[in-house]
């Protein structure tokens, strides 16, 4: 915890103003509730990219009163996300995104495509699951191979053609419904990662092709993260 401080302290000194906290899963932390109001008194936009399984009224109190956003996993229909995360956890996490939005917690969802299941019903499914259930905001990630998902590329990573013509479909629907939607595209654009010990990477579509940059700062802490 000491190390994420002073990761925290660091980054709002050099005027960041909006951290996610992601993982992993941020909230295998025991200490996460702490984090999430240390965000709070250093007035970070706090917001946390969660599978949504782990959430109870307990955490779901602490992130709603330091005015933090959640992002949380939903693949398609109950079946295809259990089939996609190998476990029997959709309608856990469909009743915590309920108990979420009846506090007033900000939340987003961010949806996986993939070729597990035609990646256009996934989307209109989705975009009638949000919009059902007055979610605002929701994000639609390509498979990229990264981490364990080297291990299952072919079966579940779309071909260019493929992932043109989803985008061609997200077009289309954009704009028609009461929804922002978006596509977050990882496969040709890299996004900016601080690790707690200060390290700085550009991540892209492999952790092979990650590019690592000089620390942020001298004197990292080695303390537990």
């Not at 000194?13 to 993982?23: F, S, Y």
């Not at 079966?155 to 289309?172: M, V």
């Not at 990477?201 to 952790?207: A, D, L, R, V």
Request: with cysteine; aromatic share 6%; glycine share 6%.
């Amino acid at each position: 915890m000491a190390a994420l401080k002073h990761v925290l302290a660091q980054l709002k000194t050099m005027g960041i103003q909006r951290v996610k906290l992601t993982g992993g899963e941020p909230y295998v932390r025991e200490d996460i509730d702490d984090v999430i109001a240390h965000c709070s008194r250093l007035d970070l936009d706090v917001t946390l990219c969660s599978n949504g399984t782990l959430l109870d009224d307990q955490r779901i109190r602490v992130l709603h009163q330091a005015n933090g956003k959640i992002k949380v996993s939903l693949h398609g229909t109950p079946e295809l996300h259990d089939t996609l995360v190998g476990a029997h956890v959709a309608h856990q996490v469909h009743s915590n995104i309920v108990r979420c939005l009846q506090v007033g917690v900000k939340l987003s969802i961010h949806t996986l495509l993939t070729r597990m299941s035609d990646p256009m019903a996934v989307i209109d499914y989705m975009i009638d699951f949000c919009v059902s259930n007055g979610i605002s905001k929701l994000s639609f990630i390509p498979f990229v191979p990264r981490g364990r998902g080297r291990n299952c590329s072919t079966a579940y990573a779309l071909d260019s053609q493929e992932l043109t013509t989803l985008q061609e479909y997200l077009r289309q629907v954009a704009g028609k419904r009461p929804l922002d939607i978006r596509y977050i595209d990882l496969w040709t654009k890299a996004y900016y990662t601080v690790e707690t010990d200060g390290s700085a990477i550009w991540s892209k579509e492999t952790e092979d092709s990650d590019s690592f940059i000089e620390p942020l700062w001298e004197g990292r802490t080695n303390e537990d993260s």
